[in-house]
């Protein structure tokens, strides 16, 4: 089992959920929201204090994505630096980014997998997910 999985396992098992949301109120960090230009969320630790911030604007799937993708932040940088998901993509994607998109496909698929008969496009809808996060999921 690689690190992504075995944090998110852990999380999971620790707090015996997979909801963001509870995640996030089960660890102590608080989860606000802002209606930014250009930014889909960010993490912030201020003085021990850590902090989500979501854009207001997004529809609430997307929030939850959002949300997981920064938890991701969190549980696996150890800097625990100020990470922000901008709306527009990058031309190449940074370890801590793809590290948080793995973390965010492995949590919200947990105990998921597609239908034999089922496209990556529909099982990314079952599961709340943008098709394009889907090439994040490792299939057994």
């Known amino acids: 089992m690689d690190y992504i999985k075995q944090s998110v396992q852990q999380l999971i098992n620790k707090h015996e959920t997979k909801d963001p949301y509870r995640l996030a109120r089960a660890m102590g960090i608080d989860v606000d929201?802002?209606?930014?230009?250009?930014?889909?969320?960010?993490?912030?630790?201020?003085?021990?204090?850590?902090?989500?911030?979501?854009?207001?604007?997004?529809?609430?799937?997307?929030?939850?994505?959002?949300?997981?993708?920064?938890?991701?932040?969190?549980?696996?940088?150890?800097?625990?630096?100020?990470y922000f998901f901008m709306i527009e993509n990058t031309f190449m994607e940074s370890r801590v980014e793809y590290e948080a998109n793995r973390f965010t496909v492995e949590l919200l698929t947990w105990g998921e997998?597609?239908?034999s008969d089922e496209s990556m496009e529909h099982f990314a809808a079952r599961v709340g997910l943008p098709k394009e996060m889907m090439r994040y999921k490792i299939i057994k």
Do not use: D
């Open 113 to 115: 997998e597609p239908e």
């Open 33 to 82: 929201e802002f209606p930014f230009r250009h930014i889909k969320g960010l993490i912030l630790e201020i003085a021990g204090n850590v902090t989500i911030v979501l854009n207001s604007k997004l529809p609430e799937w997307l929030k939850r994505v959002v949300l997981a993708h920064e938890l991701g932040h969190q549980q696996l940088s150890p800097q625990r630096m100020g």
